[in-house]
């Protein structure tokens, strides 16, 4: 089991930026990656950022150079940094662990944290 919290979020204007944390239970050395996704109301959930424990990230294209995505393995957390925010990464973001183990995936989600940018 792997419980995650999720901190950061807020309201912002246009440009702004937040930081997103989440902190995991159990070590990310053990977790083989750890992401971001986001929802907005009335559209289903989607990748964001993730980050395997080899250190390799992933962006949706939406993201790319505005956000970045890095783990901090001593404190079991996960940030997201957003730059430059736009009214449209208006969502509520949830952080997730992926544990992999033989052909076991286990998937586990935090409760989410609402960010809104004014425009």
């Known amino acids: 089991q792997v419980q995650l919290a999720e901190s950061g979020g807020g309201l912002v204007q246009a440009g702004g930026s937040l930081r997103l944390s989440c902190a995991s239970s159990?070590?990310?050395?053990?977790?083989?990656?750890m992401g971001w996704y986001r929802q907005a109301p009335g559209k289903q959930r989607e990748l964001v950022a993730s980050i395997t424990s080899g250190i390799i990230t992933n962006y949706a294209d939406s993201v790319k150079g505005r956000f970045t995505i890095s783990r901090d393995n001593a404190k079991n957390t996960v940030y997201l940094q957003m730059n430059s925010l736009k009214p449209e990464d208006t969502a509520v973001y949830y952080c997730?662990?992926?544990?992999?183990?033989?052909?076991?995936?286990?998937?586990?989600w935090g409760q989410g944290t609402q960010v809104t940018v004014s425009s």
């Open positions: 159990r070590s990310i050395f053990s977790i083989s990656a």
């Open positions: 997730n662990a992926r544990t992999v183990w033989v052909k076991e995936v286990n998937d586990y």
